[in-house]
């Protein structure tokens, strides 16, 4: 039975072979399915113009069409207080932890290779928000694409390996990824186990734990599905990223504790002033501190060094 199509499906037609973007085929080939008659001499190419579009749509979500969406799915834009990145094999179990310790939801499967892109989520800890970002298992395709920018860019890395496999190995193999990228010892890291609720494997612990130990590397035993020890990785993930709040107070007035500024572990009075307000660094005579139950409106120099929780009364 002839197709007999009208004379708008050719023009659309040709149309689509001079079109360039994906957006403008996807397009056409939506107008001629909308143009052609339905009848039995149409069905196969009605069909071929469905499987058209549809390769066209995956290709799309696939490759992002801007410089922006690339930037998107590759260079994840920091926010919060610190960037987190949790780096592992494929099935380590990487978007499970993310997703409980965030609350929030991310994509989780039995097969590997699950995560396609950068997911950035923001993680609570006590009254500041923490980014972490879950990533594309070791190994998965266009790694080299956001690998090594984020490991240089991040604050802290997690490296997730699952009791069930060979967790030496694994560790080595990762360490072995990211030392073209950074010094071992520039950039802080926890090494998470995960699954350790799978008690045929969970005594592999133990021997790996000394062996990082003697490395001078932290680990923490987890299991992201039962949920145990997540409260301790949050509070270890808070540590570990090198960065305290600072609460500031102005003279005669009650300290400001609803919203913290966040700071680098080892920043001084002048660094917070610069913070609060450039001009503030000229300015700047002296300070009162205020320190847990440890120090009560004590005087102290710009060079001093705060800690986590210190309210700072900045006198200009
Ligand atoms: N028993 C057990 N299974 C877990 C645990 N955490 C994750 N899983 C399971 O392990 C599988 C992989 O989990 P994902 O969170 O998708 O792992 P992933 O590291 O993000 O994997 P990719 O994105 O493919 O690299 C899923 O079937 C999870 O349900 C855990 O603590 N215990
Ligand atoms: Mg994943």
Redesign the pocket.
């Known amino acids: 039975m002839p197709a007999n199509l009208p004379p708008q499906y050719y023009e659309e037609e040709k149309k689509l072979k001079e079109a360039k973007s994906l957006d403008e085929k996807i397009r056409i080939l939506e107008r001629m399915l909308a143009i052609i008659p339905h009848h039995k001499g149409t069905d196969k190419l009605i069909g071929s113009l469905r499987a058209k579009i549809s390769k066209l749509k995956e290709e799309k979500e696939r490759r992002p069409q801007t410089r922006k969406g690339i930037d998107a799915l590759y260079n994840v834009k920091k926010e919060g207080a610190a960037q987190v990145l949790f780096l592992?094999?494929?099935?380590?179990?990487?978007?499970?932890?993310v997703s409980s310790l965030t609350g929030e939801y991310v994509?989780?499967?039995?097969?590997?290779?699950?995560?396609k892109v950068l997911q950035p989520r923001m993680m609570r800890y006590e009254d500041i928000w923490i980014q972490l970002v879950?990533t594309?298992?070791i190994g998965?395709d266009g790694m080299s694409m956001w690998f090594g920018n984020m490991l240089r860019k991040a604050d802290l890395l997690c490296i997730?390996v699952s009791v069930s496999e060979d967790i030496f190995t694994e560790y080595d193999l990762i360490k072995e990824e990211m030392s073209p990228h950074i010094e071992e010892t520039s950039k802080p890291h926890i090494v998470v186990v995960?699954?350790?609720?799978?008690i045929e494997h969970s005594s592999k612990y133990e021997p790996f734990e000394m062996k990082l130990k003697a490395l001078g590397v932290s680990s923490i035993p987890?299991?992201?599905?039962?949920l145990m020890n997540l409260h301790q990785l949050k509070e270890e993930i808070f540590v570990k990223s090198g960065i305290i709040r600072v609460y500031s107070k102005l003279p005669g007035k009650k300290p400001d504790l609803e919203v913290p500024f966040t700071m680098k572990k080892g920043s001084t009075v002048l660094d917070f002033a610069e913070a609060i307000h450039k001009d503030f660094v000229k300015k700047l005579r002296y300070a009162r501190l205020w320190r847990r139950d440890v120090l009560n409106g004590m005087m102290v120099s710009k060079d001093f060094v705060l800690e986590d929780k210190d309210i700072v009364e900045l006198h200009v």
Do not use: C, Q, R, W
Not at 194 to 198: G, S, T
Not at 222 to 226: M, N, Q, R
């Open positions: 592992g094999f494929p099935n380590s179990g990487k978007s499970s932890i994509e989780v499967a039995e097969y590997p290779y699950t995560t879950d594309p298992a998965a997730v995960n699954k350790m609720d799978l987890v299991s992201a599905t039962h």
